[in-house]
Nanobody, 120 residues
Framework: QVRLVESGGGLVQAGGSLRLSCAAS????????MGWFRQAPGKEREFVAT????????YHADSVKGRFTISRDNAKDTGFLQMNSLRPENTAVYYC?????????????WGQGTQVTVSS
C-alpha cells in the first residue's frame, strides 16, 4: 500500500518561507511523478507543481513560478516544495500526490495534507 506523508506546514508571516516534505513508501518510485496541490477554504483544489521521478523535469503553476521550487530525492523517495516570498493568498492545505505514469494528469495516491497559513 502506497503511503504519502507530508510535513513542514505551519504559520508564517507574509514574505517568509517554508519547506514542505513528502515521504513516500510502499513501492519503488522509479517512474511517474510527484506533485503538489493545494486547496484554500471555499475553493477548488489547484495544481502547484510537479516533478518527474526519472529525469527530474519540473513544472510549476504560473502563480508560483519564481517563488516556489519543487525537488525530489530519489534515494529517499521524498519530494520537497520550497516556498519563498509567501503571501496570505497562499494559505491552504497542501497535498502531495504521486502519479505512476508520465505524462499524465491523473495522480493515483494522495497524502493527508499539511496546513500552510500565511499571516499579513
Amino acid at each position: 500500500q502506497v503511503r504519502l506523508v507530508e510535513s513542514g506546514g505551519g504559520l508564517v508571516q507574509a514574505g517568509g518561507s517554508l519547506r514542505l516534505s513528502c515521504a513516500a513508501s510502499g513501492r519503488t518510485f522509479s517512474s511517474g511523478a510527484m506533485g503538489w496541490f493545494r486547496q484554500a477554504p471555499g475553493k477548488e483544489r489547484e495544481f502547484v507543481a510537479t516533478i518527474t521521478w526519472r529525469g527530474g523535469s519540473t513544472y510549476h503553476a504560473d502563480s508560483v513560478k519564481g517563488r516556489f521550487t519543487i525537488s525530489r530525492d530519489n534515494a529517499k523517495d521524498t519530494g520537497f516544495l520550497q516556498m519563498n516570498s509567501l503571501r496570505p493568498e497562499n494559505t491552504a492545505v497542501y497535498y502531495c500526490a504521486t502519479a505512476t505514469r508520465w505524462p499524465t494528469t491523473r495522480y493515483d495516491y494522495w497524502g493527508q495534507g499539511t496546513q500552510v497559513t500565511v499571516s499579513s
